[in-house]
């Protein structure tokens, strides 16, 4: 089938990874309810994976390269034991709407981890801004999450100071492995580099558990119905149909347009944590996630928008209008 036949499936794939990707950070907080976080990520990646898997190799696929093995296990590793897999570490300490948040200044790390572009990403004048204007938002977002009145205030401070610092790895470790992945691409099918990434990100989850002492602790027989109901969200859900959903839209559509889930799912994530999961975020943490989005599309907006040279004159020219409007007025003594 060509593209063509297929554009229905464009607008469903968006869906998916603009509100499927958005409520794991919901179904999460609800496997945390039973499952330790490395269990609980272990359990997720290697069911989805040997789900794949089996279902590639029973079409007769093969998978016998150990090269390409290694080059999977480390990209599973980093995006998902480390990218995804911390985001379950921290979701222990903060809410999952805040952990959302700190995901979505992913596309800033980017940008400073992928230093041997840096001339091509520092000569377009709205990334500088985007990136100044989202660690502005950023530094109001956490000022007010760790602050006494903070409306998850019964959470120790340190403790989610700690969660958000875990959260910047996690997003650190995102953009490694997608670099990685990027300079070191393996030679088999998509979906097949996927169920290896998934597979190896599992086991190397179960590991950690091991090491963390966490299956002293659990016990199948005492997970709550809400708890399976999170795993089997986010091993159907999460790591099958929005991955498969990404991936896929990564082939037919410019990455700038698939990478617009950034903006989509901490709004989903607020959202679903208001309505469903009894979240709140107070008024200060909006602007910053306002602020931070604001930055994350700045640093996109050339890829977005084809400007020309006079409308991004004139751009400027209004954005320190509005800087000058916004600074007090100096009365003459």
């Known amino acids: 089938m060509t593209n063509n036949n297929k554009g229905w499936l ?5 869906a998916n990874i603009y509100i499927l ?6 179904a999460i907080s609800f496997g945390l309810n039973g499952f330790p976080p490395f269990i609980l990520s272990g359990f997720r990646f290697i069911t989805a994976g040997l789900l794949l898997f089996g279902y590639l190799r029973a079409r007769g696929e093969r998978a016998n390269s ?25 979701e222990q300490f903060v809410s999952a709407s805040e952990a959302a948040i700190a ?5 800033f790390w980017f940008i400073a ?3 041997k572009n840096w001339k091509k990403y520092f000569t377009d004048t709205w990334i500088p801004i985007g990136l100044l204007l989202g660690f502005t938002g950023l530094i109001l977002f956490l000022s007010a999450s760790v602050s006494p009145d903070s409306v998850h205030s019964n959470t120790v401070a340190s403790d989610r100071i700690i969660a958000f610092v875990v959260l910047a790895l996690s997003s650190i470790a995102w953009v490694l492995g997608s670099l990685y992945s990027k300079n070191n691409p393996s030679s088999h099918s998509t979906f097949m580099n996927i169920s290896q990434q998934l597979i190896s990100a599992g086991v190397v989850a179960l590991l950690i558990a091991l090491f963390k002492n966490e299956w002293s602790k659990f016990s199948l027989s005492a997970i709550p119905q809400s708890a399976w109901t999170g795993l089997i969200y986010l091993i159907f859900f999460g790591s099958i149909l929005a991955y498969l959903s990404y991936i896929w839209l990564l082939s037919v559509k410019p990455a700038a347009l698939v990478s617009t889930h950034t903006y989509i799912n901490p709004i989903v994530t607020v959202l679903a944590g208001i ?5 709140m975020i107070n008024g200060q943490q909006l602007i910053g996630l306002f602020v931070i989005l604001t930055g994350v599309l700045l640093t996109n907006a050339t ?11 004139k ?7 509005f800087i000058k409007m916004g600074k007090p007025y100096q009365y003459n003594t």
């Open 21 to 26: 990707w958005g409520l794991t950070f919901i």
């Open 66 to 90: 150990f090269v390409n093995w290694r080059k999977n296990a480390i990209t599973g590793i980093l995006i998902l034991t480390g990218g995804t897999g911390l985001v379950g570490w921290g």
């Open 275 to 279: 309505f469903a999961g009894n979240e």
């Open 113 to 115: 981890i992928d230093r």
């Open 103 to 107: 995901i979505a200044t992913g596309p």
């Open 315 to 321: 751009f400027r020219r209004t954005v320190r209008v």
């Open 303 to 313: 890829r977005y928008f084809s400007l020309s040279n006079r409308s991004k004159v």
């Open 10 to 14: 464009v607008p469903i794939a968006f």
